[in-house]
């Protein structure tokens, strides 16, 4: 098997995540281990994990992977032969397939490597088997993550993935809060009484539920809309990029908290409405009437 030093995995990721405008790639990609079951995601793509953003989708079982379409291995990453203290294993051991379209799709935390470095893979090329060998709260099984080199950022693999029902499901904005330049927090009511200002926009994150994309409008005005598909790096912090670039700290304050963005109230009545959908475009809106003085 061939090995990459981790050095050169760096320099593909940090060229992967610095481009601010996302492009939808061309290439379809078919699931890497099966999602027969109702949950077969243990996280999803743009959640929070520890300090930083999940930059892939991590499955619920390990499991048989194969590659999720056309191309060729890049590098088979053995956790054991490292010593880049930067990267220090995350994703355990790994498969880099490159593909059509500058795309490169990385299979992490495999306990067993069966591809061979130097062969051409199709979807039904089988990699190894996925387990214990990354770093992951909660769940030891495959970690996913889909990178366009053209394009130069980290995207959402489940943007070219079959849909399936666990990202078909509605998903509720929750209770919203509004924080003021002060840091002073209202829980938000129809008919309340509010300084005009600006203010921070967050919603309670309910049973570890997260939403594709969220929008802010004010008066019928977008005022913020976040669409969870690509990750850049900006000043060598993983970012989401709306209004402005956002970091894990920013978007997720804490752990039961997801930031939907900024607002400014004027005198008068306001009206708030906060939506969240999901892959598949089902939308779920609530509305609020704000007297603002």
């Known amino acids: 098997m061939k090995h990459i030093h981790i050095t050169r995995y760096r320099s593909i990721l940090t060229a992967a995540a610095i481009a601010a405008v996302f492009c939808m790639a061309s290439a379809a990609f078919d699931w890497p281990q099966s999602v027969e079951t109702d949950t077969p995601l243990y996280a999803i793509f743009g959640q929070p994990a520890g300090d930083t953003i999940s930059t892939a989708v991590i499955f619920s079982e390990p499991g048989t992977v194969r590659a999720a379409g056309e191309g060729k291995i890049l590098a088979v990453v053995n956790n054991d032969a490292r010593s880049d203290a930067w990267f220090p294993s995350a994703l355990g051991n790994m498969v880099l397939v490159v593909h059509p379209d500058n795309m490169l799709s990385v299979y992490g935390s495999l306990d067993e490597i069966t591809a061979d470095a130097s062969q051409p893979v199709t979807a039904e090329t089988v990699l190894g088997t996925s387990g214990t060998s990354g770093w992951q709260s909660g769940t030891n099984s495959l970690i996913f993550q889909v990178i366009d080199l053209e394009q130069r950022v980290i995207i959402n693999p489940s943007l070219l993935l079959p849909s399936i029902e666990q990202q078909e499901r509605r998903i509720t904005p929750g209770a919203i ?117």
């Open 177 to 293: 809060y509004l924080v003021n330049e002060a840091g002073t927090e209202y829980e938000a009511r129809s008919s309340q009484a509010i300084a005009a200002g600006t203010y921070r926009i967050y919603r309670d994150i309910e049973n570890g539920t997260m939403p594709y994309s969220t929008t802010l409008t004010v008066n019928g005005a977008i005022a913020e809309s976040l669409v969870y598909n690509s990750i850049s790096l900006n000043r060598d912090a993983l970012v989401i990029i709306g209004k402005n670039y956002y970091t894990a700290d920013k978007l997720y304050p804490t752990p039961d908290r997801q930031f939907l963005g900024e607002i400014t109230l004027t005198r008068g009545r306001n009206i708030l409405a906060v939506t969240t959908g999901n892959m598949e475009g089902t939308e779920a809106t609530i509305t609020y009437t704000l007297q603002v003085w």
